[in-house]
């Protein structure tokens, strides 16, 4: 079982960048934890602040691989080209979101990637990324 995280931009930050929103831990801290609690699955991460390379990523990987996490960061709200990618692939995509989204600016209360992801988990901090491979667990092998 293989399931890619992709996160995109200005996730890198996390742990730095608005702490009160997004929490104090780095992705990379959070990341022994995530794979601990799931060692039969093969977890790999990405993460790019560029639409393009993420595509890239996508297309990379969501021909082969069990399912993919997918935290887009602002181009969830923005970008009909990831809309088109997610739902050209065959494995389910989880779409993640640190915050609650819908407790923020209006500006993030639409997804253009929602209507083509397996599900929508978001305003359980890093806790949220654990939440969604067990949603492609389930999906996939009713655990
Ligand atoms: C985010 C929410 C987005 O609105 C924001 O642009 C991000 C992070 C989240 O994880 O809560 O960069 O995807």
């Given at each position: 079982?293989?399931i890619q995280i992709?996160?995109?931009?200005?996730?890198?930050l996390?742990?730095?960048r608005?702490?009160?929103?997004?929490?104090?831990?780095s992705f990379?801290?959070?990341l022994?934890?995530?794979?601990?609690?799931f060692?039969?699955?093969e977890i790999d991460c990405?993460?790019?602040?560029?639409?393009?390379r993420?595509?890239?990523k996508l297309?990379?990987?969501g021909?082969t691989?069990?399912g993919v996490v997918?935290n887009?960061?602002?181009?969830?709200?923005?970008?009909i080209?990831?809309?088109?990618?997610?739902r050209s692939?065959?494995?389910p995509?989880?779409?993640?979101?640190?915050?609650n989204?819908?407790?923020?600016?209006a500006?993030?209360?639409?997804?253009y990637l929602?209507p083509?992801c397996l599900?929508?988990i978001?305003?359980?901090?890093?806790?949220?990324y654990?939440l969604?491979?067990e949603?492609i667990?389930n999906?996939?092998?009713?655990?």
């Amino acid at each position: 079982m293989k399931i890619q995280i992709i996160n995109g931009p200005n996730l890198n930050l996390l742990g730095v960048r608005e702490p009160g929103i997004y929490g104090n831990s780095s992705f990379e801290s959070y990341l022994p934890q995530l794979r601990q609690r799931f060692p039969d699955v093969e977890i790999d991460c990405y993460q790019s602040n560029n639409e393009g390379r993420l595509i890239d990523k996508l297309q990379e990987v969501g021909f082969t691989c069990d399912g993919v996490v997918l935290n887009a960061g602002a181009y969830t709200h923005t970008s009909i080209a990831l809309h088109d990618c997610v739902r050209s692939l065959p494995c389910p995509v989880v779409e993640v979101h640190i915050s609650n989204v819908h407790q923020r600016e209006a500006f993030r209360h639409h997804s253009y990637l929602s209507p083509v992801c397996l599900g929508v988990i978001c305003g359980f901090g890093l806790k949220g990324y654990e939440l969604a491979v067990e949603g492609i667990l389930n999906a996939k092998c009713g655990v």
